[in-house]
């Protein structure tokens, strides 16, 4: 399962990181965080959990949100989206191997072995477009693994706390804290659209609050 999680996620990884490059940053987007659609049913396939109207309302809105924060325009359907859509396939299954995991296996070592596996695959590839890297470059590129490492471990635990359908819409939260950060950084400041989109996320997020699902 460890084997299987890393193969898994590193696809989506690299899928993800290929439509970036080679969609516009708003379409691609939509297929960054379109995985929590797919995550209540891959856990209800695999896992049997129970699927509950909240969940499945929840990663709906939230979805709706990413379309308006994003605004994908008509380059958004062509033959990368099979790329795209596959890449979160993946990645909702990943989630869900994790849940999994998480019934037998510590938070730290599901890390561990991702990353570890992940880095002797990408290590063969790594050989082929090897070049110097500036001193800038290794920052960014060794604080996004610490940050990369450091979200991992949360959701994992996240995972092992509560259902995959129930903590997959959380992952909407990520668009939220990027508006914030290109705001703090770069003065960008959303439009009405974005402020819509963020509204609808919001709402998702309080569906999946524990006393909204106490609630129901």
């Not at 939509?30 to 659609?37: K, L, R």
């Not at 924060?69 to 990645?91: E, R």
């Not at 003065?187 to 524990?210: K, R, V």
């Amino acid at each position: 399962m460890h084997t299987w999680r890393s193969i898994i996620g590193l696809a989506a990884m690299y899928g993800f990181f290929y439509a970036i490059a080679h969609l516009e940053l708003s379409n691609a987007m939509v297929f960054t965080y379109s995985s929590p659609i797919f995550i209540p049913f891959i856990a209800w396939l695999f896992l049997k959990e129970r699927i509950s109207i909240l969940m499945l309302c929840a990663a709906a809105l939230g979805f709706i949100g990413v379309f308006f924060v994003a605004k994908p325009n008509q380059g958004l359907l062509n033959w990368l989206s099979i790329i795209g859509i596959t890449s979160s396939l993946c990645a909702a299954m990943a989630f869900v191997t994790v849940r999994a995991l998480t019934q037998t296996e510590p938070p730290e070592r599901i890390v561990f072995y991702f990353c570890f596996i992940g880095a002797l695959l990408s290590g063969i590839p790594m050989f082929w477009v090897w070049r110097p890297y500036q001193l800038e470059e290794l920052f960014f590129l060794i604080a996004a693994g610490v940050l990369a490492n450091v979200s991992q471990l949360f959701m994992s635990h996240a995972y092992r706390l509560a259902p995959a359908g129930q903590i997959a819409p959380i992952n909407y939260v990520a668009i939220i804290f990027a508006g914030i950060w290109g705001f703090l950084l770069w003065n960008e400041l959303p439009d009405l659209y974005s402020l819509i989109g963020f509204g609808f996320i919001l709402i998702a997020i309080l569906l999946c609050s524990p006393v909204m699902q106490k609630a129901k």
